[in-house]
């Protein structure tokens, strides 16, 4: 029996950017079928009526750290399906296991991130592991497959031999692995890419390579001698040539640095989503925390930015893989779900179609980590789409005009969903019960060990 038919709307078609009238027959959480705009449609089923509106697949935020507070903000942004880039599988176990129809997201995720010492975010926690021991890297990695993860994330202060060894103990289970090397004094994104690491986040450590010597903690002496503000092109396309042949893939979160770049002038258009991200005092806590260094964020960033911008457009032009991710909640006013709509601004404003744009976060973000039925609509692929008021493919900004979300095959609206955010006490409980257990676990691992 069908849940629902999707009525005479412009369906996208994200893969070749060919639009057309249909409507779309969705049974439990899978596209059954699509009637063009002159068949007879089936009786007795729910209508979503979609006619003058445009139809796209659920988008994909590519790099993110989800948080239960936050969760339903996704699907009501549009942002189907997120890229858990950091955290943990056990603290995320909820998230993950959700039915197919809940107003929240699909979690592809990884756990803890791999970090040399002292740790950028500490010392080892449950969302961290700080080490210089590769035979340490290696037994996290093993533990990280038997909890689930879909990939290995590392950490800028990692040193070579315990990267090598990390990424040689995740090919071994087909893990990819992923690395953000911002921070790092040591190793280049070349670097990275010839021990074996699968994705490069927020292009780091091309600086690096480009640069010989130079990091963010490098006096400002240092700092002057490139011109930030006019990247060498010559010398991006020389890097990326190297790393195309590594098949390496890009996901440069370009509007974690430009919120923060234009604060307190900031992306904030008004719509309920933000309104309502704004209301959850754990997001806003640590935004004004980040407020408090803001001159130091900004010099960075305003210089690093128009190279990151650079790298994206030039690579995505040479044939690698660039996708779309925000860094949520990173930095400064990085809004859950509707943050991945100003990445795919920033997408186009830098030469990237209309389309290209929508497929770094539709299609080209599926392909990317081996997702099947995902990120397209066609017969059989999942039911997650966003229904909007306007065309994306005549302007971008439309895709954050959402008219109706429909998620594992259940409509919804904006309103709907905002409604399943979770109270702050259900959220603490679920922290609390986390944390009991990584404490047995931490417990059972000094035994066995």
Not at 30 to 40: A, C, G, H, W
Not at 384 to 410: A, Q, W, Y
């Amino acid at each position: 029996m069908s849940n629902l038919i999707i009525k005479n709307g412009t369906i996208i078609d994200v893969e070749n950017g060919d639009s057309y009238i249909g409507s779309i027959e969705v049974e439990r959480n899978t596209v059954k079928r699509i009637f063009k705009s002159d068949d007879v449609l089936p009786e007795g089923v729910r209508i979503v009526d979609a006619e003058g509106k445009y139809i796209i697949p659920g988008l994909i935020d590519m790099h993110c750290h989800i948080n239960e507070r936050f969760a339903p903000h996704f699907v009501a942004s549009g942002v189907t399906t997120i890229r858990n880039t950091a955290g943990n599988v056990l603290l995320l176990k909820n998230l993950i296991e959700k039915p197919d129809d809940t107003p929240t997201p699909r979690v592809y995720a990884s756990d803890r991130m791999i970090d040399g010492t002292p740790g950028q975010w500490g010392p080892t926690s449950y969302g961290n592991l700080v080490t210089d021991d590769p035979e340490e890297a290696r037994k996290e990695v093993r533990r990280q497959v038997e909890v689930g993860v879909k990939f290995v994330k590392l950490y800028g202060w990692i040193k070579r031999e315990v990267m090598a060894a990390a990424v040689d103990e995740a090919k071994k289970y087909n893990l990819e692995v992923a690395i953000d090397l911002e921070n790092s004094k040591e190793l280049t994104a070349l670097d990275a890419a010839e021990l074996g690491v699968n994705w490069i986040e927020h292009a780091s450590g091309f600086a690096h390579e480009m640069y010989k010597g130079w990091n963010l903690f490098v006096d400002q002496v240092e700092w002057s001698h490139i011109d930030w503000e006019n990247p060498d092109q010559e010398k991006i396309k020389e890097l990326c040539e190297k790393m195309l042949g590594y098949n390496v893939k890009l996901c440069p979160t370009m509007v974690i640095y430009d919120q923060s770049i234009k604060y307190p002038k900031f992306w904030s258009p008004k719509n309920i989503v933000i309104e309502s991200a704004s209301n959850i005092n754990y997001i806003m806590q640590y935004w004004n925390q980040q407020s408090e260094y803001i001159d130091l964020i900004k010099s960075n960033n305003a210089k690093t930015h128009n190279l990151q911008k650079a790298i994206a457009k030039i690579y995505h032009d040479m044939g690698g893989t660039v996708v779309a991710g925000t860094d949520t909640p990173g930095l400064l006013y990085t809004y859950p779900g509707m943050s991945l709509h100003r990445e795919l601004e920033i997408f186009v404003e830098i030469g990237f179609t209309e389309l290209e744009a929508l497929q770094a976060a539709t299609v080209n973000a599926a392909k990317s980590i081996n997702l099947d039925g995902i990120g397209v609509i066609k017969e059989g692929s999942i039911a997650d789409l966003v229904i909007l008021k306007d065309n994306p493919l005549e302007n971008i900004k439309h895709t954050k005009d959402i008219h109706i979300i429909v998620k594992g095959g259940k409509a919804y609206t904006q309103e709907d969903i905002l409604s399943h955010v979770p109270s702050e006490d259900e959220v603490e409980k679920s922290m609390a019960k986390f944390i009991e257990q990584w404490d047995v676990l931490g417990k059972l691992k000094i035994k066995c060990d």
